[in-house]
């Protein structure tokens, strides 16, 4: 084989690898949510007339989520949510919640996030932007998210979680709040999510 060949080939394979790099760094490790065991929280809060709070969660739910923390900005998250399994510790009150007046979880039986873009604002620290569907109606969320933590399991996995929060306005996904006080015109809702290394 020539030099020049020789040469010539090795450019071409140079510049492949140039191609593919970006490629290759974008990717990602998938995670798994862990709902066997139950480290994840779906979870909301909201007042009650502006006297009090009501607290609640979801209590099925299953997601993954891409993440690398030498290239964070590749990170992404898919979550789906079992409306019916409302709990806010109020069998009369989770009824109302799931009728037609507020959730209609008949009819609209799922909610799901599906991200689109992640931002780094720090170390460990970021703000997810996604499409989060609910009562029917998808609207654009950001979401600022923290690391709680990653690293091997005694079980020879390895996990990594965060938390985030976010405030909901519930006229946007066609919830009808108008009867009631201002405050309870939003939502805020907590999320906080273990997921094991695939």
């Known amino acids: 084989m020539s030099t020049v060949n020789t040469l010539k080939k090795t450019a071409t394979a140079a510049a492949v690898a140039a191609v593919l790099l970006p490629f290759t760094q974008a990717q ?3 995670y798994k949510v862990d709902v066997d065991g139950q480290h994840a929280f779906v979870q909301f809060k909201i007042t009650h007339l502006g006297y009090s709070y009501i607290l ?4 099925e739910y299953s997601g993954e989520f891409d993440y690398d923390s030498a290239n964070p900005e590749a990170s992404s998250v898919e979550f789906e949510v079992d409306v019916a399994s409302l709990n806010s510790s ?5 009824r109302h919640i ?5 959730l209609n979880a008949d009819k609209y039986p799922t909610a ?35 690391l709680v933590g990653e690293g091997e399991d005694p079980w020879g996995g390895y996990r990594a979680g965060f938390e985030g929060s976010t405030t909901l306005t519930l006229s946007d996904f066609g919830i009808n709040m108008q009867k009631f ?6 939502l ?7 997921g094991i290394r695939q």
Not at 98 to 102: A, M, Q, S, Y
Not at 122 to 145: A, K, N, S, W
Not at 181 to 186: G, K, R, V
């Open 181 to 186: 006080p201002e405050p309870m015109q939003e």
């Open 188 to 194: 805020e809702l907590y999320v906080t999510f273990e």
């Open 56 to 59: 609640g969660s979801f209590e």
């Open 90 to 94: 109020h069998a009369e009150r989770d």
């Open 112 to 146: 799901t996030f599906s991200s689109t873009d992640f931002e780094s604002t720090g170390e460990g620290e970021g703000v997810i932007t996604g499409e989060l569907t609910l009562h029917g109606e998808t609207q654009t969320i950001d979401m600022p998210v923290t």
């Open 98 to 102: 799931l009728g037609e007046d507020f």
């Open 28 to 30: 990602a490790d998938t």
